[in-house]
């Protein structure tokens, strides 16, 4: 068994890339039989390269192969219709097909799921100056059941996975497996680390409680408790609100300060609005914890007296600084602050800089409406078959899609018919230029304002309409998302 660590992209890859581009430099690497094993992930995928350097050979599109099996669920067991397979279609190099494990060496057929991406290329890399057989992967680390931050359903949040590979060439004439049939035994499969995240500037970071997952604390405005990143920044918000599954993060500069002036423990108080009286925040979280050779999966909560064991800011932690992980869904929508006390092992106060964090809380998706379609001045029920009058005829929406809050990051009607095909009707999103700190969205807005809206054709069309929430995770954004649907069928004259 070989282990590999992945490395993040602080861009986002694109299978057009060449191996020599700047975007693939610092990739982890891992000899392979025929090549090398080139990673790099970020929060939301994972880009693989398989290199292989002994495969000098520009086979036809039927030549070569691979398969990438990844064991899902990390058990060592092959579980059917759990664990997966991925591979080409026959004669379709860059088209990236995906199977479900039935059993050691048995699987389903390719399945319709939407998957991520593969490019054959023929190409030089950093690993051998002349051309040869590379291929280049995406990976949704949703699909392999990855996430690099605590989430529901827990079972997922793994900084990990295990892993197999098999590699064809016709040209020179070889297939490679590695692990040795680690189709039939999930036992010895390779695994691969993650890199969970990028390193923030420590001229961001707030003076005790650093972040709010990958938003640093300086960024929260200290009145609305809403963030706002830079454009490009790795989690771009613009004045969006909190929700879901939070971390906060402590800045590492200071945490080995207090380590060294004798702290041990910490509480961190909480409370709702802006006065008030602080209280303990209790919550239980886990963590993996690198010893050297794996991860080990540990658990925190508060002692009797509600304090916390300070994390070892010198020991390397699938989320490394890890004050407090809990989900803000306990708590109210509104206003809320937070504070943090350190001790030492005789309860005395550890001194530390004064800073209260604040956040605007909000789990609540927007109201999306459609309120109604009309047809010459009549409603148009679901499901009815509407005949038009000429190619110029057409329909009239009214739809909903607000938050009393505020906190509308954007919406939009949409319209579907026949082969895939789609078109917007309306759409509307958040501009802090023109709309200032918040957006309620719009209701009761009658569309289109310059008349109907005119189908391509004579089909069954579903209409739908989403409304996004402004609110972040600290990691996604945005997280929240409200979509309803309406069908009726329009024929032409």
Not at 202 to 212: E, I, K, Q, Y
Not at 428 to 453: E, F, K
Not at 482 to 492: E, G, R
Request: charged share 15%; proline share 6%; glycine share 8%.
């Amino acid at each position: 068994m070989s282990t590999i660590h992945s490395s993040w992209a602080e861009t986002p890859i694109q299978l057009t890339d060449s191996l020599n581009d700047a975007v693939w430099q610092n990739a982890g690497q891992m000899m392979i039989p025929g090549g090398f094993l080139l990673a790099k992930n970020d929060g939301e995928f994972l880009y693989a390269a398989i290199d292989l350097t002994q495969d000098p050979g520009n086979d036809p599109p039927d030549g070569d192969y691979f398969w990438f099996t990844f064991d899902t669920n990390r058990n060592g067991v092959i579980n059917p219709m759990v664990d997966i397979n991925y591979g080409v279609h026959y004669g379709n190099p860059d088209d990236l097909g995906k199977q479900y494990y039935l059993g050691p060496g048995m699987w389903t057929g390719i399945t319709s799921e939407t998957i991520s991406g593969c490019k054959q290329t023929f190409e030089s890399s950093p690993n051998l100056p002349t051309a040869h057989r590379v291929w280049k992967l995406r990976f949704k680390l949703s699909d392999i059941h990855v996430s690099l931050h605590p989430s529901l359903p827990f079972r997922w949040w793994h900084p990990f996975t295990k892993f197999g590979i098999r590699v064809n060439s016709d040209t020179p004439s070889f297939t490679y497996d590695t692990p040795n049939d680690f189709f039939e035994n999930f036992s010895r499969l390779h695994t691969m680390y993650f890199s969970r995240k990028p390193s923030i500037s420590s001229t961001l970071l707030g003076p005790v409680m650093g972040s709010v997952g990958l938003i640093p604390t300086t960024q929260i405005d200290t009145t609305s408790g809403r963030a706002t990143t830079a454009s490009g920044y790795y989690v771009f918000v613009e004045n969006a609100a909190f929700g879901g599954t939070l971390n906060i993060i402590g800045n590492r500069t200071q945490l080995q300060a207090l380590t060294a002036a004798g702290a041990v423990k910490y509480k961190v108080n909480h409370r709702q609005g802006t006065s008030g009286s602080f209280n303990p925040l209790i919550s239980n979280w886990y963590n993996y914890e690198w010893t050297g050779s794996t991860y080990t999966l540990v658990s925190f909560s508060p002692d009797s007296s509600d304090n916390y064991s300070m994390p070892n800011p010198f020991v390397d932690y699938s989320i490394d600084d890890l004050l407090i992980q809990f989900d803000s869904n306990t708590l109210s929508k509104g206003i809320h602050q937070f504070q943090v006390v350190f001790y030492d092992a005789f309860d005395a106060v550890v001194a530390a800089p004064a800073q209260t964090l604040t956040l605007f809380i909000d789990n609540n998706a927007p109201q999306a409406s459609i309120n109604s379609i009309q047809h010459d001045g009549a409603e148009v029920n679901v499901c009815s078959i509407v005949y038009l009058d000429s190619d110029t005829d057409g329909l009239v929406f009214n739809i909903t899609a607000s938050d009393p809050d505020g906190n509308v990051e954007s919406y939009a009607l949409d319209a579907g018919w026949g082969n895939n095909q789609s078109e917007t009707i309306v759409s509307d999103s958040y501009s802090p230029i023109t709309m200032g700190n918040s957006w309620n969205g719009v209701t009761n807005l009658v569309t289109p304002s310059s008349g109907v809206w005119v189908p391509e054709e004579t089909c069954a069309y579903g209409f739908t309409l989403t409304a996004w929430a402004r609110t972040t995770n600290g990691y996604s954004a945005y997280i929240y998302y409200n979509q309803v649907s309406k069908y009726i069928t329009l024929i032409f004259p």
